[in-house]
């Protein structure tokens, strides 16, 4: 009987070429490309939402940001100062009555007396009436002097004070050391009240960075650079990444600028000058001496003030994060509120020793106000609680000076 023949053997299979292990290799790269973009859109994610979130916890701060970015213009943080400063150097003002504020961009040597708070209706002063100016910015503006006037009233009596608010919205010392110097000799105050401090520590605070980017930038190009803002700085240093050009695209707004490391204040310079650009312009205690020269020179008394903020070291958890807030989205220079206590303890430090130096008598706002939430609106602005309770320390330090002058009239 025949027998069938075995099957054939399955022939083997040919070994694998290249070409499939390239494929497998491409494609695991393309998978890990995947993934590694897949985990920083993550992590941008993340970022995003913590970027986010204290601005939710607090809506006040939140819309200031928004009104902030939609206002925000390029600006050369070197004030006018002085006679010989170029026309075109811009200083900022905005009105805090309106919601956005209304930004005004104006050089100094522009303004004129219709931009202070108040001005005199005739230069002479009324008989049998000492005359105040309070000359500052928007601390001063909102209206602590007009406070003053009230307690004015109540201690001697109507209309024996007139209280002039010579101060402009996001000025500085430099900025009103040159303003009183145009200014005051028209209306020859009899005492002159200056108040200064935030804006001098954030200008500096500002300035000094951009000096550190433009000099980082610089470095890196090899070359030196042309004197460039904050903003210019931000959108060179450093480049924008792929997660930037994807958040984009998904419509993701709100990202934090790649430079916001570099402007947030992290180490302790001192608040002096050794002649660098930061400090020809935001050098406070130069600036107020002037201040203090001037009333001098036109026959005024001077009265120096310190600075008030929050009392950082006895507020309650939330009450602190608010004012953390407040520095981290819109004067992240100064770090944090620690960091700004203690910037701001020298800087009135300093104010008092220049007061003692020059004899000059002294408003300590700093020592009498002392709170939150209640007082402060933010780090320097003011609720009005806190303008009355300012304006009361300022009429009660001058009150004896304005007694002893109206008894020579």
């Not at 701001?344 to 130096?357: P, S, Y």
């Amino acid at each position: 009987m025949a027998t069938e023949p075995p099957p054939s053997a399955a022939p083997s299979p040919a070994p694998s070429g290249p070409r499939p292990r390239r494929f497998r290799l491409a494609r695991g790269l393309l998978i890990a490309a995947i993934a590694m973009a897949a985990a920083e859109l993550l992590a941008r994610l993340v970022t995003l939402w913590s970027f986010h979130a204290p601005l939710m916890r607090h809506p006040e701060i939140r819309s200031r940001f928004e009104a902030t970015a939609a206002w925000a213009q390029p600006m050369d943080l070197s004030t006018v100062a002085d006679e010989e400063a170029p026309e075109e150097t811009p200083w900022v003002a905005f009105d805090r009555s309106v919601d956005p504020p209304r930004q005004v961009w104006k050089a100094v040597r522009e303004a004129t007396t219709s931009d202070f708070r108040s001005w005199p209706a005739e230069p002479a002063v009324p008989p049998g009436v000492v005359r105040v100016a309070f000359v500052g910015n928007s601390t001063t503006f909102e209206g602590y002097p007009e406070a003053a006037g009230r307690r004015f009233d109540e201690a001697l009596g109507p209309g024996r004070v007139e209280v002039v608010n010579m101060s402009l919205n996001g000025g500085s010392a430099a900025g009103c050391l040159y303003l009183a110097g145009k200014f005051l000799p028209s209306i020859r105050p009899h005492i002159a009240v200056f108040y200064f401090g935030f804006n001098e520590i954030g200008g500096y605070e500002f300035a000094r960075r951009e000096d550190e980017m433009a000099a980082a930038l610089a470095a890196r190009t090899g070359g030196a650079l042309p004197s460039l803002d904050a903003t210019e700085l931000c959108r060179l240093y450093p480049s924008r990444g792929f997660v930037h050009v994807v958040a984009d695209a998904l419509g993701l707004s709100g990202l934090p600028p790649p430079c916001r490391d570099r402007f947030r204040g992290r180490d302790e310079p001192p608040l002096t000058c050794e002649g660098s650009r930061v400090c020809e312009h935001w050098d406070a205690i130069r600036d107020l001496r002037g201040l203090v020269e001037q009333a001098r020179g036109i026959g005024a008394r001077p009265y120096l003030s310190t600075f008030a903020a929050g009392d950082y070291d006895r507020l309650p958890p939330d009450e602190l994060d608010f004012f953390d807030t407040d520095i981290e989205y819109l004067w992240p220079p100064l770090g944090d509120t620690a960091r700004y206590g203690r910037q701001l303890a020298e800087l009135n430090r300093r104010i008092r020793a220049l007061a003692d130096e020059t004899g000059t008598p002294l408003v300590d706002v700093a020592a009498g106000m002392k709170g939150g939430r209640d007082l402060f609106t933010d780090n320097c602005h003011r609720t009005r609680a806190g303008l009355e309770l300012h304006g009361r320390i300022a009429a009660d330090a001058l009150l004896p000076a304005v007694r002893e002058l109206l008894g020579r009239l």
